[in-house]
Nanobody, 125 residues
């Protein structure tokens, strides 16, 4: 059964750090680009970062460049999102998703058709 499970969310103060994990089961992660998307209350879901199958290509939203790092360990079927210098505007539910089509990790949401259940990230003082 094709499944993506996110973990690592939580509550932190501004300036803090979190590392999210997205673990795949039921399929071979190597053949898929993986993206992290987030949705804040009352806002549309947006792309945060994506990584190609090999990890050779990555893309970041302008709002997170220099603060977030995406990486993958195909041997562990896991993709990570390291988040530093967190801001209140980073608050939201973070989802990972898989795409067979987004070979260059362009982070086009419509190309991601397998989604996890999401993990909550709250940045507040």
């Amino acid at each position: 059964q094709f499944q993506l499970v996110e973990s690592g969310g939580g509550s932190v103060q501004p300036g803090g750090s979190l590392r999210l994990s997205c673990t795949a089961s039921g399929f071979t992660l190597d053949y898929y680009a993986i993206g992290w998307f987030r949705q804040a209350p009352g806002k549309e879901r947006e792309g945060v970062s994506c990584i190609s199958m090999s990890g050779g290509s990555t893309k970041y939203a302008d709002s997170v460049k220099g603060r977030f790092t995406i990486s993958r360990d195909n041997a562990k079927s896991t993709v990570y999102l390291s988040m530093d210098s967190l801001k209140p505007e980073d608050t939201g539910v973070y989802y990972c998703a898989a795409s067979y089509w987004d070979a260059q990790a362009m982070c086009v949401m419509s190309q991601y058709d397998r989604w996890g259940q999401g993990t909550q990230v709250t940045v507040s003082s």
